[in-house]
């Protein structure tokens, strides 16, 4: 419970700026930190349990079938990971209050920062792999709004979509692969998948369900080769970098390689890539890092450096690697942070954050060289701060695994990457704070509120390095054990003794001020291509075949239905030709007169629409006339339902069309006169081809049972009525109508929503002849009893919801048509927005209402009632479902038509 | 019989899709309507034609196919709501654009 609400407050917090917008930016701030603080503490209360190597856990059971469930999870790595989002997300927070200018718009950077907080804590707290992968497509797309929250820049928006498409591409390959891992492990639980490693690793599908795993982690991850969003998302704003690409967004993928480290690694496969492309991404970043005259592109390469050693970590399968991994995770975010908000700080002092104009700040910027300091020497893993502990942990392991058949390869190259680091770092503090440059307006600290929040971070890893057991031992070794699935006890120290691995640091850090001598001569080099530009190229080539394929099409509609029309019956031919079939074997119904007759007054009316088509008037008469005709086959073809419905959904097309027409400019005799031989080429043949489908298919009987023996057998026992066509519709598919009601209502709104703000069109001045007015008057309570009737019989003879709702509305628009709109609206206060609301939630609550005793949505009841001096009669509670959708007919029709009829901007 | 309701669907389509194609939203809107008459004779008449025996319970048997029927029922009060929906288009674009063409210009 505790779990699920820690796992809720972030997103909370990302409501605070709406409910706050008063306040300020501070009061928002404080708003969204009181929730994560929240957070935080509600945490800590779980943290000793953890400490101890308890899994805290809590689940509801929502579709056991497909194993989907809220299942969270709070062990040793996900306290860690948990315990550096929010409490980074806190001092971010802090940061990005003091950080954003008065015309940043802090109510959806803050809400933004919220989402992204909550999304990245749900993958880490996840007990269910469906769940988590929600999670991190969400991180997907709010890292998406972050990195683009200043859309104003063209780099802001172009790295927002990169990360995007980079993200959201290794996104859809980690749902393929999490999929697979959960059909191999036969469950979507972490905790039942984390136990079954050889199950796993035995699998066929245990080389592509890695390959895809790690597609996801990787792009996350940023490694080699998808490292370059990372550097194109520093388009974002400062205390972005520092929350993203120090503790959370690139640690995402960190995280999933540590969570499925039980069941994945040791295999040849996961050491080869893992540490492989790890080793790779680690050399890259730290060289191009070398070269970057941006200081926030420079601590990017740093960061991809950075994750590809603890990817490396991870890569070598050992219990002391896993600990390296964790330990340095936690130093990476704490160094990391700090150095992105004193870039910021920079930034902001000195309106520059490039190398080559910077330096000197040491003696006008003390407090912010002092942070720098102290978080440049952890990244360079100078002793005595944490930085130094884990990465000499790493050369520690480095040096003791045999890598491509050699004793030595890995320590030297990892000796190496460790010796480029430390030139990154040295050339960042050197170029910024050291160096004669004179400034003319000399830039100062900032006042607590910008540096507060990394001086804390800075401190931390001195604390960290110079006490490790005591401030981080129990955590790291927790979380270690979660990585390894076996209890691991951390043992970190400052001093070894003089070992392999001291002399390997010893060489990187004078490495690294090798590399810094040979800075200048090294900034000659041809810069190295960047990616980030191919895969720009990549995405424009695929959009410019797009959009030559869609150029392809005729922006005008009827070139487009001629094609649409034609594809049909030449697919219709196709299947014809080369298909199967068997000669009609019905017995055929013989022709009647009277059928035949009003057969022959369809088509004559049908044909002739369009050669009155100037005249509206006439051709809005043929086609009622049709429809008329068409009810009537209904009628005679045994389907009274759908003749009642016909009939009176004509008067509502004929009235709405005869409305329109008063707005609408006349077709000219010459348009229609026009002969149009293609258009009448393709009219000829698809009615051909509807004619041959539709005799062809009456010819012969259902090629399969037909499953309404079903709804005739239960219509009366089930359903409680004897009109079976009813029965289908409020009963035994009553969710099908409910969606319908619920479109025809939102047509209606969307046609209410369409005629606002149009301009009036000049009406006529209608007359109301006092006959007309004085018999729809006399006539009003005689429909509204008709279509009580409708209703009523409904479930057991034709009529029905539908039906019963377009007579009354057909009623209130007789009222219309005879005494005027104002006329009526005064009279009847109807408010039909309010008539489709509540028809909507009458067919709502009778589907809620059974699931109160546990049965399905739109369960319904049926049983005999009583009354004094009536008979007994069967009463259903899909009646009230029907009294819904009368409801909401009533209200849609209404609605619609009063739209139109305002539009007119009728006379007085 | 089977004859006069495929022709009557095949002639209505045929007469629908010349109205469509004409560039006008007021036949577009007229050419959809009788579409949809045959669409909807279309689909009842895949419950085959059985004329004289209502699906009702307690009469005459074998009743025809009431399934087809039913979804042919919101098919016809859905399609009104599409009609309405175009009739407003058709009106806003006339209102604001002052020709009455489908297409721009």
Same mark, same amino acid.
């Given at each position: 419970?505790?779990?699920?609400?820690?796992?809720?407050?972030?997103?909370?917090?990302?409501?605070?700026?709406?409910?706050?917008?008063?306040?300020?930016?501070?009061?928002?701030?404080?708003?969204?930190?009181?929730? /994560?603080?929240?957070?935080?503490?509600?945490?800590?209360?779980?943290?000793?349990?953890?400490?101890?190597?308890?899994?805290?856990?809590?689940?509801?059971?929502?579709?056991?079938?497909?194993? !989907?469930?809220?299942?969270?999870?709070?062990?040793?790595?996900?306290?860690?990971?948990?315990?550096?989002?929010?409490?980074?997300?806190?001092?971010?927070?802090?940061?990005?209050?003091?950080?954003?200018?008065?015309?940043d718009n802090a109510a959806s950077f803050l809400g933004y920062l919220m989402l992204f907080q909550g999304a990245m804590l749900g993958i880490v707290i996840s007990g269910n792999i469906l769940m988590m992968l929600v999670f991190w497509e969400m991180t997907s797309l709010a890292s998406f709004l972050l990195i683009g929250f200043w859309h104003?820049?063209?780099?802001?928006?172009?790295?927002?979509?990169?990360?995007?498409?980079? /993200?959201?591409?290794?996104?859809?390959?980690?749902?393929?692969?999490?999929?697979?891992?959960?059909?191999?492990?036969?469950?979507?639980? !972490?905790?039942?998948?984390?136990?079954?490693?050889?199950?796993?690793?035995?699998?066929?599908?245990?080389?592509?369900?890695?390959?895809?795993?790690?597609?996801?982690?990787?792009?996350?991850?940023?490694?080699?080769?998808?490292?370059?969003?990372? +550097?194109?998302?520093?388009?974002? +704003?400062? +205390?972005?970098?520092?929350?993203?690409?120090?503790?959370?967004?690139?640690?995402?993928?960190?995280?999933?390689?540590?969570?499925?480290?039980?069941?994945?690694?040791? @295999?040849?496969?996961?050491?080869?890539?893992?540490?492989?492309?790890?080793?790779?991404?680690?050399?890259?970043?730290?060289?191009?890092?070398?070269?970057?005259?941006?200081?926030?592109?420079?601590?990017?390469?740093?960061?991809?450096?950075?994750?590809?050693?603890?990817?490396?970590?991870?890569?070598?399968?050992?219990?002391?690697?896993?600990?390296?991994?964790?330990?340095?995770?936690?130093?990476?975010?704490? $160094?990391?942070?700090?150095?992105?908000?004193?870039?910021?700080?920079?930034?902001?002092?000195?309106?520059?954050?490039?190398?080559?104009?910077?330096?000197?700040?040491?003696?006008?910027?003390?407090?912010?060289?002092?942070?720098?300091?102290?978080?440049v020497l952890s990244m360079a893993g100078v002793p005595p701060l944490a930085g130094f502990l884990s990465k000499e942990m790493l050369v520690e392991e480095a040096a003791r695994t045999t890598f491509a058949g050699s004793g030595w390869v890995l320590a030297a190259l990892v000796t190496l990457a460790a010796a480029l680091s430390v030139g990154?770092?040295?050339?960042?503090?050197?170029?910024?704070?050291?160096?004669?440059?004179?400034?003319?307006?000399?830039?100062?600290?900032?006042?607590?509120?910008?540096?507060?929040?990394?001086?804390?971070?800075?401190?931390?890893?001195?604390?960290?390095?110079?006490?490790?057991?005591?401030?981080?031992?129990?955590?790291?070794? *927790?979380?270690?054990?979660?990585?390894?699935?076996?209890?691991?006890?951390?043992?970190?120290?400052?001093?070894?003794?003089?070992?392999?691995?001291?002399?390997?640091?010893?060489?990187?850090?004078?490495?690294?001020?090798?590399?810094?001598?040979?800075?200048?001569?090294?900034?000659?080099?041809?810069?190295?291509?960047?990616?980030?530009?191919?895969?720009?190229?990549?995405?424009?080539?695929?959009?410019?075949?797009?959009?030559?394929?869609?150029?392809?099409?005729?922006?005008?509609?009827?070139?487009?239905?001629?094609?649409?029309?034609?594809?049909?019956?030449?697919?219709?031919?196709?299947?014809?030709?080369?298909?199967?079939?068997?000669?009609?074997?019905?017995?055929?119904?013989?022709?009647?007169?009277?059928? /035949?007759?009003?057969?022959?007054?369809?088509?004559?009316?049908?044909?002739?629409?369009?050669? *009155?088509?100037?005249?509206?008037?006439?051709?809005?008469?043929?086609?009622?006339?049709?429809?008329?005709?068409?009810?009537?086959?209904?009628?005679?073809?045994?389907?009274?339902?759908?003749?009642?419905?016909?009939?009176?959904?004509?008067?509502?097309?004929?009235?709405?069309?005869?409305?329109?027409?008063?707005?609408?400019? @006349?077709?000219?005799?010459?348009?229609?006169?026009?002969?149009?031989?293609?258009?009448?080429?393709?009219?000829?043949?698809?009615?051909?081809?509807?004619?041959?489908?539709?005799?062809?298919?009456?010819?012969?009987?259902?090629?399969?049972?037909?499953?309404?023996?079903?709804?005739?057998?239960?219509?009366?026992?089930?359903?409680?009525? /004897?009109?079976?066509?009813?029965?289908?519709?409020?009963?035994?598919?009553?969710?099908?109508?409910?969606?319908?009601?619920?479109?025809?209502?939102?047509?209606?709104?969307?046609?209410?929503?369409?005629?606002?703000?149009?301009?009036?069109?000049?009406?006529?001045?209608?007359?109301? +002849?006092?006959?007309?007015?004085?018999?729809?008057?006399?006539?009003?309570?005689?429909?509204?009893?008709?279509?009580?009737?409708?209703?009523?019989?409904?479930?057991?003879?034709?009529?029905?919801?539908?039906?019963?709702?377009?007579?009354?509305?057909?009623?209130?628009?007789?009222?219309?048509?005879?005494?005027?709109?104002?006329?009526?609206?005064?009279?009847?206060?109807?408010n039909t927005t309010m008539l489709i609301s509540a028809g909507v939630l009458t067919a709502t609550g009778m589907g809620l209402w059974p699931m109160l005793t546990g049965r399905p949505f739109l369960s319904s009841n049926h049983g005999y009632v009583t009354l004094p001096g009536l008979a007994p009669f069967e009463l259903a509670t899909a009646?009230? $479902?029907?009294?819904?959708?009368?409801?909401?007919?009533?209200?849609?029709?209404?609605?619609?038509?009063?739209?139109?009829?305002?539009?007119?901007?009728?006379?007085? | 019989?089977?004859?006069?309701?495929?022709?009557?669907?095949?002639?209505?389509?045929?007469?629908?899709?010349?109205?469509?194609?004409?560039?006008?939203?007021?036949?577009?809107?007229?050419?959809?309507?009788?579409?949809?008459?045959?669409?909807?004779?279309?689909?009842?008449?895949?419950?085959?034609?059985?004329?004289?025996?209502?699906?009702?319970?307690?009469?005459?048997?074998?009743?025809?196919?009431?399934?087809?029927?039913?979804?042919?029922?919101?098919?016809?009060?859905?399609?009104?709501?599409?009609?309405?929906?175009?009739?407003?288009?058709?009106?806003?674009?006339?209102?604001?654009?002052?020709?009455?063409?489908?297409?721009?210009?």
């Open positions: 419970m505790l779990l699920a609400l820690i796992a809720a407050l972030p997103f909370a917090g990302a409501m605070m700026p709406a409910l706050l917008r008063g306040a300020g930016r501070s009061g928002m701030t404080l708003g969204c930190a009181a929730a /994560t603080g929240l957070a935080f503490v509600l945490l800590m209360t779980q943290a000793p349990a953890v400490l101890a190597g308890a899994v805290v856990e809590a689940r509801w059971v929502w579709l056991p079938a497909l194993g !989907l469930e809220a299942h969270f999870r709070l062990d040793g790595l996900a306290l860690l990971f948990a315990g550096l989002i929010l409490g980074m997300g806190l001092l971010v927070l802090l940061y990005a209050r003091f950080y954003l200018s008065e015309r104003h820049k063209p780099e802001a928006r172009r790295g927002a979509m990169i990360s995007l498409a980079l /993200t959201g591409a290794g996104g859809l390959a980690l749902i393929a692969g999490l999929l697979m891992l959960g059909q191999i492990a036969g469950s979507s639980d !972490l905790s039942v998948i984390l136990a079954q490693r050889d199950v796993v690793q035995d699998s066929p599908l245990y080389l592509p369900m890695l390959l895809l795993i790690l597609l996801g982690a990787f792009t996350k991850s940023a490694q080699v080769p998808f490292q370059f969003w990372l +550097p194109q998302a520093m388009a974002a +704003p400062t +205390p972005v970098s520092a929350y993203l690409h120090s503790a959370t967004m690139v640690k995402a993928g960190i995280f999933l390689l540590a969570r499925l480290w039980p069941v994945l690694s040791g @295999t040849p496969e996961w050491v080869a890539l893992v540490t492989g492309f790890g080793l790779a991404t680690m050399l890259l970043g730290a060289w191009l890092a070398l070269f970057k005259d941006d200081l926030k592109a420079l601590l990017a390469y740093s960061t991809v450096s950075q994750l590809g050693l603890i990817t490396l970590l991870l890569g070598l399968g050992t219990t002391a690697a896993a600990v390296a991994a964790v330990f340095h995770i936690v130093n990476h975010a704490l $160094f990391k942070a700090a150095l992105f908000m004193t870039a910021g700080i920079v930034d902001h002092a000195a309106h520059d954050r490039s190398i080559a104009g910077l330096g000197g700040l040491a003696r006008l910027m003390p407090i912010s060289f002092g942070v720098a300091t102290l978080a990154y770092s040295l050339r960042f503090l050197v170029a910024v704070f050291l160096g004669p440059k004179l400034w003319a307006a000399p830039p100062r600290d900032p006042g607590a509120g910008l540096l507060l929040a990394p001086a804390l971070l800075a401190l931390a890893g001195l604390a960290i390095g110079v006490a490790p057991m005591l401030l981080a031992g129990d955590l790291v070794s *927790v979380a270690a054990s979660a990585v390894t699935g076996d209890p691991v006890q951390a043992k970190i120290a400052l001093w070894h003794g003089p070992n392999t691995a001291l002399w390997l640091s010893v060489a990187a850090i004078g490495g690294g001020f090798v590399w810094l001598g040979l800075e200048p001569r090294l900034q000659r080099l041809p810069a190295a291509p960047d990616a980030a530009n191919g895969f720009a190229r990549g995405l424009q080539f695929l959009t410019d075949i797009a959009g030559r394929v869609t150029s392809a099409q005729s922006d005008r509609l009827a070139p487009m239905l001629g094609l649409l029309v034609l594809a049909a019956a030449g697919l219709g031919l196709l299947a014809f030709l080369t298909g199967q079939h068997l000669p009609g074997s019905t017995a055929l119904v013989l022709p009647e007169l009277a059928p /035949t007759v009003v057969w022959t007054g369809l088509i004559a009316a049908v044909i002739a629409v369009p050669f *009155v088509l100037h005249n509206r008037v006439l051709s809005v008469a043929l086609m009622g006339l049709a429809g008329l005709v068409v009810a009537l086959g209904f009628a005679y073809m045994a389907a009274p339902d759908l003749a009642l419905t016909q009939i009176s959904v004509e008067v509502v097309t004929i009235l709405l069309l005869l409305l329109a027409l008063g707005i609408l400019p @006349t077709i000219s005799v010459r348009d229609v006169a026009r002969p149009r031989l293609p258009q009448l080429c393709l009219a000829i043949v698809a009615g051909l081809g509807m004619t041959a489908l539709a005799y062809a298919m009456l010819a012969r009987g259902a090629a399969f049972e037909p499953i309404s023996a079903f709804h005739i057998a239960q219509s009366v026992p089930g359903a409680g009525g /004897t009109n079976a066509v009813n029965t289908i519709i409020v009963d035994f598919r009553s969710y099908d109508t409910y969606g319908e009601i619920i479109v025809l209502g939102i047509a209606a709104l969307v046609i209410a929503a369409l005629s606002e703000g149009l301009p009036r069109a000049p009406g006529p001045r209608v007359a109301h +002849p006092i006959i007309f007015t004085s018999v729809s008057q006399l006539l009003f309570p005689f429909v509204l009893l008709v279509a009580v009737h409708m209703f009523l019989r409904g479930h057991n003879l034709p009529g029905g919801g539908f039906v019963a709702g377009l007579v009354v509305a057909i009623a209130l628009l007789m009222q219309v048509m005879a005494s005027g709109q104002d006329w009526t609206a005064r009279r009847m206060r109807l009646m009230v $479902f029907d009294l819904g959708v009368m409801l909401c007919v009533t209200g849609a029709v209404l609605l619609a038509l009063s739209s139109i009829t305002r539009l007119r901007g009728e006379a007085h | 019989m089977e004859m006069l309701l495929a022709s009557a669907i095949g002639v209505l389509t045929s007469v629908g899709v010349y109205l469509a194609l004409m560039r006008t939203s007021f036949a577009l809107i007229l050419g959809l309507s009788l579409i949809s008459y045959a669409v909807n004779l279309f689909l009842f008449a895949a419950g085959r034609l059985a004329p004289g025996f209502p699906p009702i319970i307690g009469g005459l048997t074998p009743m025809t196919d009431p399934l087809p029927q039913a979804l042919v029922l919101t098919a016809i009060v859905i399609s009104f709501g599409m009609t309405a929906v175009l009739v407003m288009l058709a009106l806003g674009s006339y209102l604001l654009g002052g020709h009455d063409g489908v297409d721009e210009g």
